[in-house]
């Protein structure tokens, strides 16, 4: 179009400004954050009414809920504080109440989640010997189909919740169908709950997910649209971890050998292609400071400390992909936690570990939201929600803190977590904001006083997953 006059230059320039308006608009949309729910440890006790508990028994999946939302026994005190004497239960885990109550609060920070995590256990603390009380004279078998039909449960709930979009789970120590820390690899409790947890994932990846699940309940999906170019590798860890054993009470070291020659192969794939992952376990990498503080381990003298897996071989796997891994997500400690793993030439892996819907430690049942990058599946940010009880019952939850506002850090990545734990470490009596605010965040009322007396052996284990680096890190801290 020749421009003859002012009037027309004007109108030209008008709409080139209206196109490049309308082509900035949707770009500037698809790299717009993306929301997911983080839950973790929900530790679902269905023996919370042992009327009811009969009727699940008999009933498929599908009744379970209109069974549970039933008004409760006139016994269900009694008989419930029965099961906890009897079980040696140090605390009561998720009822069905506070598993709706939980499921309620997610629905308004969670809306428009593109995905969930569960990072691992699902099923109650001492839920076989509850299951053997109520029904001593049931067969293994029968144990078995009850906790797939558990888990199957809690798994629906957040997909009806979240519908039509994936619920991606990882299994922990306590969700078997033998006992805590047991599991058989190939098996039939896996074949079955591996059906359950690729239920809402896209029919393309569905077989594959089963055939690794069923092997050592690991899998390998790609990150849902808008997210570009990323995956999600999830890890049964329980078979790295040193309490481990088969159902027939066996040690059995095959089962994590082959899982972390699985992980090497999904993470060296993911490098060839130039994909950005996400890896979610149960059981972090690390030293366990809760049983290295309640042994007294004399850390300095040559003890301890104690190890939350068997090997340091995990960690050193996430941290040799350290290019690669974008996020690493664990639970089991049911806290609000940030670590580093950290390796040689620079390497490192930010770990976020999730805090979970059971109050058993005299926490307030929490969850996560968080916001990622599309184009480059960063962590760009996470809300923590909690209830103002620990019942979680009768009070609406609200948002405790917001990590990139709360830390002043832009993004959740290596160098952020780098550089708060140096802070960590450097603040010996756990006196400056940053330190005081995390203790406060770490969420359990009891343990905060605690946790500031260890505050140099704790800062330590943030970023020292390895026998070695933590003695040497306590032992410069506590001189």
Not at 160 to 180: E, I, Q, R
Not at 397 to 423: C, M, N
Request: net charge negative.
């Amino acid at each position: 179009m020749k421009i003859t006059s002012v009037t027309q230059l004007l109108s030209a320039a008008a709409l080139l400004c209206m196109f490049l308006f309308a082509a900035a608009v949707p770009a500037q949309q698809a790299n717009a954050p993306v929301s997911a729910v983080l839950v973790s440890d929900i530790h679902f006790d269905p023996f919370w009414d042992q009327e009811q508990v009969v009727k699940l028994a008999a009933a498929p999946v599908s009744e379970w809920k209109t069974i549970l939302s039933a008004a409760p026994s006139a016994n269900r005190a009694s008989h419930f504080g029965f099961l906890q004497m009897v079980c040696h239960a140090r605390g009561e885990d998720t009822s069905y109440p506070l598993l709706a109550a939980s499921l309620q609060a997610m629905r308004g920070p969670g809306t428009g989640a593109k995905f969930v995590t569960v990072s691992g256990d699902l099923l109650a603390h001492s839920f076989q010997c509850k299951y053997k009380t109520v029904f001593p004279k049931s067969s293994p078998e029968d144990f078995r189909k009850f906790s797939e039909k558990t888990i199957a449960y809690v798994i629906g709930e957040l997909g009806a919740d979240f519908p039509g979009v994936p619920v991606y789970t990882a299994l922990g120590n306590n969700d078997s169908d033998c006992g805590d820390y047991r599991l058989d690899a190939h098996g039939e409790f896996l074949a079955d709950v591996g059906a359950e947890v690729m239920r809402s994932f896209p029919a393309a990846e569905r077989q594959a997910v089963l055939e690794s699940f069923k092997a050592t309940g690991s899998y390998s999906v790609a990150l849902p649209a808008p997210i570009r170019n990323a995956r999600l590798v999830v890890l049964d860890d329980l078979f790295l971890s040193s309490k481990y054993v088969t159902c027939g009470g066996k040690a059995n070291l095959v089962a994590g050998e082959a899982q972390l020659a699985w992980l090497r192969q999904q993470l060296a794939e993911a490098r060839a292609t130039q994909q950005k992952v996400w890896v979610m376990g149960h059981i972090p990498p690390g030293v366990d400071m809760h049983a290295t503080v309640a042994k007294l381990d004399d850390v300095c003298g040559g003890q301890g400390p104690e190890m939350f897996l068997g090997s340091e071989k995990l960690a050193d796997e996430l941290v040799e992909f350290g290019d690669v891994i974008t996020l690493a997500i664990f639970a089991h400690t049911h806290m609000d936690e940030l670590h580093l793993l950290r390796g040689a030439e620079g390497k490192s892996v930010a770990v976020k570990t999730v805090a979970s819907i059971s109050p058993i430690n005299g926490n307030h049942p929490s969850f996560t939201i968080a916001q990622i990058d599309p184009a480059t599946a960063a962590l760009r940010d996470y809300k923590v929600f909690a209830a103002p009880s620990v019942s979680g019952l009768d009070a609406e939850w609200g948002e405790e803190y917001d990590f990139a506002r709360a830390y002043g850090e832009k993004e959740f990545s290596a160098t952020a977590v780098k550089k708060l734990l140096a802070g960590f470490a450097a603040d010996h009596g756990a006196k400056e904001p940053a330190s005081q605010l995390y203790i406060r965040n770490f969420a359990v009322e009891d343990s905060m006083s605690l946790l500031q007396v260890f505050w140099p052996q704790y800062a330590c284990s943030l970023d020292n997953d390895s026998v070695e680096a933590f003695r040497s890190c306590v032992c410069r801290a506590t001189k």
